[in-house]
Structures are given as C-alpha cells and as structure tokens.
C-alpha cells in the first residue's frame, strides 16, 4: 500500500496507525510481501541500504518480499520463533534480530504475529544507535496522551456547561448529561492509565538484546574503536556462522569505553579482535602488545566506572553492560609479550 | 424557516450536547454518525451548517468537507469541522480541504455557538 493512497477504509485506518508509530513498520502477508508500510520504514530501509542491492526496489515497497530487505536468515529463523497473538509466552510479544548495513549501521527489528490472516507479521525497525528515539516516544506520548484526553474532555465540559446554562430542563435529560460526565470521566482515567502504562512499558524495554551474527558485532567493534579511539584494529572473524544475543549499540560502546582506558595505560596503536566459539556460546578477545600489564584489580575498577551512554539519561558501568549480557571479562597474559582482554558471550 | 444544523459525530456524548444546545438557541438540528451518512443527510435536507467531526467512521470529517466542496450546489453551505486533533497540520489540513471553521476539543458550548452565528452572518 503507497503510503500516499491508501485504498480503502481498512487500508486508510491501517495507513494512519502506521505513521503515528515511532518505528518503521513493515505489515507482510503470510508470504513475507510487503501489505503495507510507514514512511519511516522506508526511510530507514534507505539508511541501512539495501540487503539485496539487485533487489532493491525501485518505487515503494508494497509487494516486496522481507527477504529482500532485510537479513533474509536472521528474518527467517525470527518469524520462525515468534510466539503467536495468543500463545502462552508470558509477556513476551515478539522476537527480534539486529543486521548491520553500510558504515557500520545497526537496524534493530521486532517481529510480531497478528491475529490477521492475512497480514499476520508486523516488523517494526528502528535505529540501534538511535539516540532521537526518547524524544521521538516522549512526542508519541504526548500526542497519544493529549488526543485521547479531548473527545472524553470535550464530553464532559459540554455537559456540565450544557447543565449550568440551562439549570431549569427536565430532570431526565439532566440525569442523561450527568451520566455523560460520569461515564466520560472513566474513560479519562481509564486512558490515563493506559497511556501511562504503555509509556513506563516502552522506557523498561527501551533495550533489548536482539539476535546478531557475530561477524556483524565484529565489524561494528571495529568501526567504532577505529572513529572512536583511532586504532589500528586487526580482526579475526569465527570460521563457521555464530549468533549472539546482544544489544549490539551499548555492548560495543562498552566495550570501546574499556579499550580507551587499557590503551591509555598500555599504550598500544594497534588492537587484533576475534571471535571464536565456545562450548557455551563465544568468545570475544581485543589482543595487544604488552606495555605496562593491567591487574585483575585494575580492571575490576574500570569494569565499575559510570560509564554514559550516549543515547540514555542515566549512567552505568561496563559491569552492568557485561552482567546484563551474562558475559563475563578477564584479562589474559599472553606469551610473546602480548595482553589481552576476553569477554565470555553467551549464545542465543 | 428555521436554520438547519447538521452534527456530524460519532460520539453520542457530546452530539447531544451539540443538539441540545443548538436547538435552544433556535435552530432545527439532524445528528449523524459518520461520513456517509453525512453525505446522504445533507443531500436529502441541505443543511444551513454542519458541525462536522474529523474522525469518523466510513468517510473522515477531511473527505467529507472535501466531496462537500466538490458539488457547486453545496457552495453556501458552511463547514465548521470539531476534532480532537490540535495540531496546526490537522487545522491546516481541515482548512485546505475548504472547512470555514476549526474548532479543538475540548471547546466551550458557547464559543461554539458563536462560531456558527459569525459563519451565518
């Protein structure tokens, strides 16, 4: 559907809801084409580049299949592993992966299931490193919260004003304007509520861990430790495919944090990072040449340093970065007078 | 003859302040509830006014004030379009689809009424 004309009532309505989202949105058939989607999602396609650029299309995206836009594996294996509208998985409502695309760019996609047969799979995408996304949901937010305060608003001040101007009519349509005024005021406590609690929802699950190819994570380390410290980095990528569960944005500027320091007390200009499985998932290892040698517990003081996100208000640590991946970080003494740092990835 | 007032509204709550209130300052009213409709109740009565909500059920309050200003015999019929949309492109969209008015929720009864004398004057 052509963001600019929408067809029909349903697609008008699908059409509207899709560009009040804050994400990209892309509403596929069960053969993964494209029904419907955002404008943002378009934009954001244009901004990772295209998967497949003998693909791409040239005008719009309805009819195109996902694969084509989209990490066509990592797509594959996430709808796979969707649970449906109404399965018993608790709380969870969907599955998500990260790809990288052009310049080290990191596309965050939560695939969910619908109860509509015919568009059963809404992908939503975002920026990994989006750090407008607060201010964009603070503005969904609003708008959400102040529209949907007017219509019960205006319900209830035209009747009291109805009643105060005109305080001789019948008793009975005086009861039926104070039934307005009490009927609409639960439906501004009830939307009151309900706004609130999907925006405190959005702010918990502001990040996630998404399922990530580790070649992906490797090049993403390398980019920024290149932009950001100015590094030489070497990189040794795992032999046969690893997924991790990341979030791609904060592990790497954790990680990219943590370098800085040992650079500034080891003094290196050239860093080699590999990835390589493990029995219980893989391990990440950023490999030096030895200058001055880092003790366990200088490390366990970096691990504990605020540390500020660039996209988030609060502070926290490498420890709380690495605890909430379930990795773990040692430093490893080499020989040939090389250093090393490993960090212990779970797999997915 | 009375002044004609159509209220275009789905929701029962503030349409029968609408009526109750115009129908007190004197004019006759219809209420309907979506788009339409609207469109059929103003062909079959040619309305003085309508009080025209933007969200609606079939037709949005847009397309209706749109087709409204397609028909030339539709030309004096005055538009005054209530929505809970209050932002300047909404006002603006109204505008350009040919409404005369723009009224936000929540609004006073009486600067609603006042609207819809200064449109028929």
Known sequence: ?348 | MATHVLIVDDEPSIAMSLEFIMKKQGYETDVVDDGAKALQRIEETRPDVVLLDVMLPSHDGFEVCRRIREREEWDELKVLMITAKGREEDVKKGLAMGADGYVTKPFAIKDVVARVEQLLT
């Open chain 1, 1 to 348: 559907m052509d963001p600019s004309g929408p067809s029909s009532l349903r697609g008008a309505l699908l059409q509207s809801l899709l560009e009040a989202l804050p994400e990209g949105a892309l509403v596929l058939n069960p053969d993964t084409r494209v029904l419907a989607y955002n404008e943002r999602a378009e934009a954001l396609l244009q901004w990772i580049g295209p998967a497949d650029a003998s693909a791409a299309p040239q005008e719009g995206l309805e009819g195109v299949k996902a694969a084509t836009l989209l990490d066509a594996h990592l797509l594959h294996d996430t709808l796979a592993e969707v649970p449906s509208s109404g399965g018993q998985e608790g709380s969870r409502t969907g599955a998500t992966f990260a790809m990288t695309g052009r310049e080290g760019r990191v596309l965050r996609v939560q695939a969910r299931h619908t109860e509509d047969t015919e568009a059963p799979w809404l992908l939503l995408m975002e920026r990994s490193d989006d750090t407008d996304r607060p201010r964009r949901a603070r503005e969904h937010f609003l708008r959400t919260l102040t529209e949907g305060m007017r219509g019960p608003l205006a319900n209830v001040r035209a009747a009291i004003e109805t009643i105060t101007a005109y305080p001789s009519m019948e008793s009975a349509v005086e009861e039926q304007f104070k039934q307005i005024i009490l009927e609409q005021s639960v439906t501004l406590s009830a939307h009151l509520d309900r706004t609130l609690e999907e925006y405190s929802r959005q702010l918990k699950s502001r990040r996630t861990r998404d399922v990530m190819v580790a070649s992906d994570l490797l090049a993403l380390l390398r980019t920024a430790l290149q932009q950001e410290l100015g590094f030489v980095v070497h990189t040794a990528a795992p032999e046969k495919p690893v997924r991790l569960r990341v979030d791609p944005y904060t592990l790497v500027q954790a990680l990219v944090h943590l370098a800085g320091l040992i650079e500034n007390a080891a003094r290196f200009t050239e860093l080699t990072c590999a990835l390589r499985p493990s029995d219980t998932g893989a391990v990440l290892t950023l490999e030096w040449a030895q200058g001055e040698a880092i003790t366990e517990d200088r490390l366990e003081r970096w691990l504990t340093q605020q540390l500020a996100l660039e996209d988030s208000v609060v502070t926290t640590t490498v420890q709380e970065v690495l605890d909430w991946h379930d990795a773990t970080a040692a430093i490893i003494q080499q020989e040939d007078n090389r250093a090393a740092l490993q960090v212990q990835l779970p797999d997915t």
